[in-house]
């Protein structure tokens, strides 16, 4: 990059002309300002009284001469007069290989004491998915090095996934080993509306240098204003097209697209959208598939996503996890059952699927995970029966296999957090279990 690039990018996109308005009303979330002339999406800044500090927003509505602002940050110390700037400019993220290892908030800013990116290039926040017609089609596998998805849930390059759990069986531990073992050539970690605490464990326990060597985190955690959650998933968003487009396999991880919709949801009832299903409003069920239709192939890399839908009470009904199941590509479930006998990952694979299974694996290995699948659905059916005392070994020849085979079986698809499990072991432990024997290493070798 050429010394003096970065600022003459930053002249090019300076707007000598600026526009300035005042604050008129402060109601909860939502700030009114008469002018600046502004449209909506653009940035603002809204200046506090102690001339020190200038607050970022962004224009979310307009009525006549009124322009209805959100903040990015905390408002205490706004007055009515305040003085609002507008920036002529939408939301834009800095991307370069140098966000590599890098902790940033839900504007795209660094938080982590490494300093600025330091970048010319800069990706819309906001920005369309690509043409239907341009995309490539899904044909190859990508490994996550967890036994359990690769063998009975195959995900694609390009796929996306959701992991649908509880609060507190294993999702974070699950995407950390994920993003620790995955044949992906980036990984972007998008924390939204999470816990606080947790970021700093998932980055030091669950990532770890290795992981986050070539990782890009976005964090907005629970405790920052809507827009700011709503923005980062934006932000990590952008930051994977940038890898996607300089040809890499992106690997997008999402926690959670729950607390997204609740960003929405805050918002919208601010300005004034009716609720609709269970509280949330209109505008969330209509930004979903423009969110998660982002990731998938390009015309040459690829953003394979797994996203996180937090399901209150174990309820596979909820709205989001209802409308998200309906626009990914396959579903992970997460039993709580499972983990409560120390199961990790705590993976249901009979209840979970990946659409694209027989895209992207050859015969060989589908004949060996579905003779897998058979024995467990066998025996998940008659293991009332079987706790009880009431079956009698040697009554079904199929149910006796079953029991049998279990043992491994679970063995098979437990692992630890710390284990990796490349894909051509994975297949051949699974094909010992089914009782095959693999010829060659076939092309499943090359993942």
Not at 177 to 204: C, H, P, S, Y
Request: hydrophobic letters at 40%; aromatic letters at 6%; glycine letters at 10%.
């Amino acid at each position: 990059m050429n010394l003096f690039d970065k600022y003459v990018t930053t002249v090019d996109r300076t707007d000598p002309q600026k526009f300035y308005g005042r604050v008129s009303r402060v109601q909860g979330l939502m700030i009114e300002s008469h002018g600046p002339q502004a449209v909506v999406g653009e940035l603002c800044q809204i200046e506090l009284p102690s001339h020190d500090k200038w607050i970022w927003a962004e224009v979310v509505g307009l009525s006549s001469k009124t322009v209805q602002l959100m903040p990015f940050e905390e408002v205490e110390g706004l007055e009515i007069g305040c003085k609002v700037k507008a920036m002529g400019e939408t939301l834009q993220v800095p991307v370069s290989e140098k966000l590599l290892g890098r902790v940033l908030d839900g504007l795209g800013r660094p938080i982590d004491g490494k300093g600025d990116v330091g970048s010319s290039a800069f990706y819309p926040a906001v920005s369309n998915p690509p043409d239907a017609l341009n995309r490539q089609r899904i044909t190859r596998r990508i490994a996550t090095g967890v036994r359990s998805i690769d063998a009975l849930i195959p995900l694609g390059k390009g796929q996306r996934l959701g992991i649908f759990a509880g609060s507190g069986v294993g999702k974070s531990t699950l995407l950390g080993m994920i993003a620790k073992n995955t044949t992906a050539d980036v990984n972007v970690v998008a924390l939204i509306g999470e816990r606080g605490r947790e970021v700093r464990e998932f980055i030091d326990n669950e990532l770890g240098p290795e992981g986050l060597a070539r990782s890009v985190i976005v964090v907005s955690t629970s405790n920052t204003p809507a827009l700011a959650r709503l923005r980062g998933a934006y932000v990590a968003t952008a930051i994977a097209e940038y890898f996607r487009d300089q040809g890499k396999d992106v690997m997008l991880l999402f926690d959670s697209v729950t607390r997204f919709a609740y960003a929405q949801r805050e918002i919208g009832l601010a300005v004034g959208e009716p609720p609709a299903r269970q509280g949330y409003t209109p505008s969330v069920f209509s930004l979903l598939p423009k969110l998660l239709e982002r990731a998938g192939t390009g015309a040459s890399g690829t953003i394979t996503g797994l996203y996180t839908i937090l399901v209150d009470g174990d309820d596979m009904d909820d709205p989001i996890a209802d409308a998200v199941r309906g626009i990914l590509d396959g579903h992970v479930v997460l039993s709580r059952r499972l983990a409560d006998q120390s199961h990790y990952p705590a993976i249901d694979v009979l209840k979970s699927v990946s659409r694209l299974a027989t895209k992207i694996t050859s015969p060989t290995a589908r004949q060996v995970f579905a003779i897998l699948r058979k024995h467990l659905a066998i025996y998940t059916q008659a293991e009332d029966l079987i706790n009880a005392g009431a079956y009698a070994p040697g009554s079904n020849p199929e149910i006796d296999l079953a029991i049998k085979k279990y043992k491994e079986i679970r063995e098979f698809l437990v692992q630890g957090v710390e284990e990796k499990a490349p894909w051509l072991e994975t297949l051949q432990r699974a094909a010992t279990i089914a009782g095959l024997t693999l010829a060659t290493a076939d092309e499943e070798a090359g993942g």
